[in-house]
């Protein structure tokens, strides 16, 4: 299983802008699958971003409607790590942010928790308005 650990969260205001981490175990992280989801209060945890390995050094990248423009998700594969760069936050994005790792092969953009074996604690990101 993989070990992911993230960084990143904070308080920040209306428009503010915040990047988050994760750094994960293994030596295959660049076949990874990497998600980032979050949960807010009373909801449940929904997909945000996700970068989907198609072969080679190349991956396939998908975001949640409500964040695309805003939000970008990258990786460094020297360093194991993957990155939610987000612009332009809204108190509505105010959640606990888990990042996730799917070691499998896929055809598709993994957007739905059960698809993902490995999860960070998470870090929590405050908007205020």
């Known amino acids: 299983q993989v070990q992911l650990v993230e960084s990143g969260g904070g308080l920040v205001q209306t428009g503010g802008s915040l990047r988050l981490s994760c750094a994960a175990s293994?030596?295959?992280?660049?076949?990874?699958?990497m998600g980032w989801f979050r949960q807010a209060p009373g909801k449940e945890r929904e997909f945000v971003a996700a970068m989907r390995w198609t072969g080679g050094l190349t991956y396939s990248a998908d975001y949640t409607d409500s964040v695309k423009g805003r939000f970008t998700i990258s990786r460094d594969n020297a360093k194991n790590t993957v990155y939610l760069q987000m612009n332009n936050l809204k108190p509505e994005d105010t959640a606990i942010y888990y990042c996730a790792a799917d070691v499998n092969w896929a055809v598709r953009t993994r957007t739905r928790p059960d698809e993902y074996n490995s999860w960070g604690q998470g870090t929590q990101v405050t908007v205020s308005s």
């Open positions: 293994g030596w295959a992280f660049r076949t990874y699958n």
